[in-house]
């Protein structure tokens, strides 16, 4: 080397690379999540972490099956906070403005939020029991989608489908699919053959399929009563709001009365609701206590 001044100047520079290098990683393994790391949420002081947060083991199975109200809402809240503008951007009052699925006689009060409507409105607490993890069941941050990589979630696991954080066809589809009118034998759509029936879906479902509902994320009793004083209730989560093209196969549970012979459309048919939503007089629940979520 020509200089020795330019010598010390390139140790010099390689020094401070080295130092400046050490620095950065020690910075991103403290950064790093453990498999052990937990998020402390009490109520009022989520951590501001949002990378831990987000890794928290109770955001993923078997944490999630235990995970409260109070727990989720400790960090996500917004989703009952948050409420819908008045006015739209484009001048389109909200009070003035409804969709398709909001046409029923039963459909009430405000224009209201996604989660609000499915928590915390009168309807939902009167017919409904629903809790964060009815629909929530994890999902991976990262990849988004099942088996992409050899630490996504596996192929197998339902939780979730694809750059979804829900399993649409395990939940939404449950009350927004269309009602199968060709398998309950109706001569037509419900809206052009109800009168046919006295607007009363009772009028057969008396002595048809009388085991229904019995599942922990609704109140079974009093959707019949609600049903039994308007048709709407009934239609509202059997076609009546249906995001989907396709209706759900829902259990086929065994009546006093049922016929012994299988229809073919029911050969596939579970005769049992998921364990997990089975109520807690038949099976030892999995879920934490429900919480007031208002």
């Given amino acids: 080397m020509e200089s020795p001044k330019t010598g010390l100047l390139i140790f010099a520079l390689i020094a401070v690379a080295t130092v400046a290098g050490g620095f950065l990683g020690w910075?991103?393994?403290q950064q790093g999540l453990s498999p052990q790391s937990t998020v402390v949420l009490p109520a009022g002081g989520p951590s501001t972490d949002h990378l831990r947060a987000t890794y928290d083991p109770i955001h993923f199975k078997p944490a999630i099956d235990s995970a409260t109200d109070a727990q989720c809402l400790a960090c996500h809240r917004e989703v009952l906070e948050?409420?819908?503008?008045?006015t739209s951007p484009a001048g389109v009052k909200a009070g003035t403005s409804k969709a398709w699925y909001q046409q029923l006689s039963t459909y009430q009060g405000e224009q209201d939020t996604f989660?609000?409507?499915?928590?915390?409105t009168p309807m939902a607490k009167e017919l409904m029991n629903l809790s964060c993890t009815t629909c929530h069941q994890g999902h991976d941050p990262r990849e988004e989608a099942q088996g992409s990589s050899a630490t996504a979630a596996p192929q197998s696991d339902k939780s979730f489908t694809l750059r979804k954080q829900v399993n649409v066809e395990t939940t939404c589809l449950k009350c927004h699919g269309q009602m199968n009118a060709p398998v309950m034998g109706l001569p037509s759509a419900w809206p052009e053959s109800?009168?046919?029936?006295?607007?009363?879906c009772l009028t057969c479902h008396a002595a048809i399929r009388t085991k229904r509902h019995q599942v922990s994320y609704l109140k079974a009793e009093a959707i019949e009563a609600a049903g039994a004083k308007n048709a709407d209730t009934?239609?509202?989560?059997?076609?009546?709001r249906s995001w989907y093209r396709i209706s759900y196969p829902y259990p086929r549970h065994a009546w006093e009365g049922m016929a012994p012979e299988v229809p073919d459309w029911a050969r596939d048919r579970p005769t049992e609701s998921e364990a997990r939503f089975l109520i807690p007089t038949t099976m030892e629940t999995t879920a934490g206590p429900r919480v007031n979520t208002k």
């Fill in 27 to 29: 910075t991103i393994r």
């Fill in 82 to 86: 948050d409420k819908v503008r008045e």
């Fill in 115 to 120: 989660h609000r409507r499915h928590l915390v």
């Fill in 194 to 200: 109800k009168e046919m029936f006295g607007n009363s």
């Fill in 234 to 240: 009934c239609y509202g989560c059997h076609g009546g």
